[in-house]
């Protein structure tokens, strides 16, 4: 109450609306854009208040400000939809892709909502960002991709939905063939090196001691879900 009424004596309403934001006063801060708030004024910090509202999850605080106009790639570098991702806030991210949230923006690292969600191991959010035309050979500063975030951390899971997006044309995937039968050769010729010099991602799947592995399968036109054992067992 008390934010409230400090906030129609003031005439800072841009710091108030940013309060409003990280408090989910989603009533205040209509009133302060009916007051004439600016909806995309930046703090000290360069952020918005939808940038706060984002990064603390407020999805109905989130709504008021999209709903009202507020720029969903406001920010320079890290948008709204970075943020939802690193964060796996879904429903947020669902509501700034519907208000056209640009899918394919980069940060400060060229790293793109779809990096960080992989990095996450959120497959949600990784197949509602595909869904939206994600580009999954999208190229940070190390010049890596989310299937390379997806398979540096392990997450054999979210590499299983990023392959067939992934693959050159005319090959498909499936995970089911055991390490000693794998074959790294193709991998690298395929482009998916890893950055250390002779290594691929295949190589590094083996490296993080998962039994099962990635093969080209040339009959089956779709990625068969197999149970992921780890080496300790039996390797």
């Given amino acids: 109450m008390f934010l409230r009424e ?3 004596s ?21 009133m302060l854009l009916k007051c004439g708030a600016p909806i995309d004024g930046k703090d000290e910090r360069g952020q918005t208040a939808l940038s706060y509202a984002v990064s603390q999850g407020f999805e109905n605080t989130a709504k008021v400000l999209l709903e009202a106009g ?3 790639d406001s920010n320079m570098f890290v948008t709204p939809l970075h943020t939802a991702s690193q964060r796996g806030n879904a429903d947020v991210a669902k509501q700034l892709l519907h208000h056209k949230a640009n899918v394919n923006a980069k940060d400060k690292q060229s ?22 035309n994600a580009d999954p050979s999208a190229q940070d500063k190390e010049k890596k991709t989310p ?5 540096l ?36 010729k395929q482009g998916y090196r890893h950055s250390v010099p002779g290594r691929t991602l295949l190589s590094h799947l083996c490296s993080i001691r998962c ?7 040339y009959q089956h036109g ?11 067992k039996g390797a």
């Fill in 153 to 188: 951390r392990g997450h054999l899971s979210i590499v299983q939905v990023l392959l067939p997006h992934t693959a050159a044309p005319g090959w498909t995937w499936e995970l089911s063939q055991p390490i000693p039968q794998l074959h790294l050769d193709r991998g690298e």
């Fill in 70 to 72: 507020a720029s969903v």
């Fill in 10 to 30: 003031s005439g800072n309403l841009h710091h108030f609306l940013h309060m409003a934001a990280l408090k989910d006063e989603s009533s205040l801060a209509k």
């Fill in 211 to 217: 039994r099962t592995a990635l093969t080209r399968n």
């Fill in 222 to 232: 779709t990625v068969q879900d197999h149970r992921i054992a780890k080496a300790g």
């Fill in 6 to 8: 400090e906030a129609r």
């Fill in 111 to 132: 790293k793109s909502p779809l990096h960080f969600a992989c990095e996450r191991g959120d497959k949600t959010m990784v197949e509602m960002l595909l869904n939206a």
């Fill in 147 to 151: 299937l390379h975030a997806a398979v």
